[in-house]
């Protein structure tokens, strides 16, 4: 059973960054592609980031490109997401999601069977 463990969650200005982190533990790390989402009260959850198994590809929701970036180290067993230029609007919490299906693609939470219990980010104005 995979598990997941997101941390790096915090209060920034408008305009800063931080690195969020997710440990996966349980299971093979090169098997999996990871995801961010993030879920606004009252909202379904919104596909953030994902990077495949190996690492060769990414993808990343449209109000987060060219401001965030997805990252894994294998030794690690962790999954990285920089987040940079944050806005207020990108107050939330964020969650890890995985998936072992060696299919990459996938932006919508149904597609992931693992998940973390969550990091609340919030960036004040």
């Known amino acids: 059973q995979v598990q997941l463990v997101e941390s790096g969650g915090g209060s920034v200005q408008t305009g800063g960054s931080l690195r969020l982190s997710c440990a996966a533990s349980g299971g093979t790390f090169s098997s999996l592609s990871v995801a961010w989402f993030r879920q606004h009260p009252g909202k379904e959850r919104e596909f953030v980031a994902a990077i495949s198994w190996s690492g060769r590809n990414q993808n990343f929701g449209a109000s987060v490109k060219g401001r965030f970036t997805i990252s894994r180290d294998a030794p690690k067993n962790t999954v990285y997401l920089q987040m940079s230029s944050l806005r207020p609007e990108d107050t939330t919490v964020y969650y890890c999601?995985?998936?072992?299906?060696?299919?990459?693609?996938?932006?919508?939470?149904?597609?992931?069977?693992?998940w973390g219990q969550g990091t609340q980010v919030t960036v004040s104005s």
């Open positions: 999601a995985a998936d072992d299906s060696r299919h990459f693609g996938g932006t919508t939470s149904s597609e992931f069977g693992y």
